[in-house]
């Protein structure tokens, strides 16, 4: 089966070659199956592959917006969703990225990502100070949620090693450990809805508990520069929720190498818009992909030439 497919992608690069058409493999760096992140890019490289002549694009499963920026930096060919916080660590060197800056470009800005907090009813966990002492998945190593986790925790006064029990899950994972009563709590960020708390919030006998934590954002942008927002998580988003959730919200961008060329990155950004609808019915975050969220003050990665070209044509000025 293995030499199967690869005769056949030998012969389409022939045909690919022979029409004119250079033939070009991508791979889009996602984040875990429970989120957001994997069918999007799922979407996107079906859409790619569909409408792009010659480009192969595959989804990969990764641990989210770290790992992705990693591999990105790894000079492959890599397309990533993440987070800004993440981004802009990769993109200075700092935190997870201490002495290796990843030289990023933006495509564009994607959607909101909205924290969470989780809990059930029972947990004895109501308030965000309620976490201290509990035991609460932070995300899976390599994850944004990680980093934003972190830096909420730290903003409420609390130490993330000494004051928490510690686990390092995904969205899906935790939410298995929950079922099974092995954590109290899980911080997850993501668009809406996620999967994985939709399957707990439809848990017979369970019911779900968001905590609020909007309050934190001021102390968080003070010290991190202004990447977050006081939002919320509209009650009807999770069965179960008893009111709206006062969250942090941070915004996902698509990232590449500052490497990649101009028209890839064009072709890429301009298959996302012209083909929207295609990604919509994969996900409805996509309904968020809009021309007017571009803007140099959403991310603070410079955009690629390749997407500046793009939004230029479309009467977005990007530095």
């Known amino acids: 089966m293995k030499s199967w497919k690869s005769a056949f992608l030998a012969l389409a690069a022939t045909v690919g070659l022979a029409l004119g058409v250079q033939a070009q493999n991508i791979s889009i760096a996602t984040g875990g199956t ?35 920026l990693k591999l990105i930096g790894s000079g492959k060919p890599y397309v990533g969703f993440s987070m800004t916080d993440a981004a ?5 060197g700092e935190d997870k990225f201490k002495g290796n800056k990843v030289p990023l470009r933006t495509l564009m800005v994607l959607y909101p990502n909205r924290m969470h907090v989780v809990s059930v009813e029972g947990k004895g966990i109501n308030k965000f100070s309620d976490l201290k002492g509990k035991r609460v998945s932070t995300g899976s190593p390599g994850s944004a949620t990680e980093v934003m986790a972190f830096r909420l925790i730290e903003a409420a006064g609390m130490d993330k090693d000494k004051d928490l029990k510690r686990e390092r899950l995904g969205a899906a994972e935790s939410v298995n450990a929950i079922k099974d009563g092995k954590i109290d709590a899980f911080f997850w960020v993501g668009g809406l809805p996620t999967a994985a708390v939709s399957d707990l919030a439809n848990t017979p006998g369970t019911k779900i508990k968001m905590v609020d934590h909007s309050e934190l954002v001021s102390a968080m942008n003070k010290k991190w520069g202004n990447l977050y927002v006081e939002d919320t998580i509209p009650k009807d988003v999770y069965r179960g929720m008893d009111h709206d959730n006062k969250q942090a919200t941070v915004m996902n961008i698509l990232v590449a190498h500052e490497n990649m060329d101009e028209k890839t990155a064009y072709n890429i950004v301009k298959t996302i818009f012209d083909k ?39 009467g977005i000025k990007l530095n």
């Open 34 to 68: 429970g989120g957001v992140y994997y069918p999007m890019g799922g979407g996107l490289a079906a859409a790619l592959s569909k409408y792009v002549p010659g480009m192969q694009a595959t989804a990969e499963v990764t641990g989210g917006s770290v790992d992705n």
């Open 276 to 314: 929207k609808a295609d990604l919509v019915a994969v996900h409805k975050e996509a309904e968020n992909f809009k021309l007017e969220n571009q803007k140099n003050a959403a991310s603070p990665i410079p955009f690629h030439p390749g997407a500046i070209k793009y939004f230029a044509e479309k």
């Open 88 to 92: 802009q660590d990769a993109y200075k």
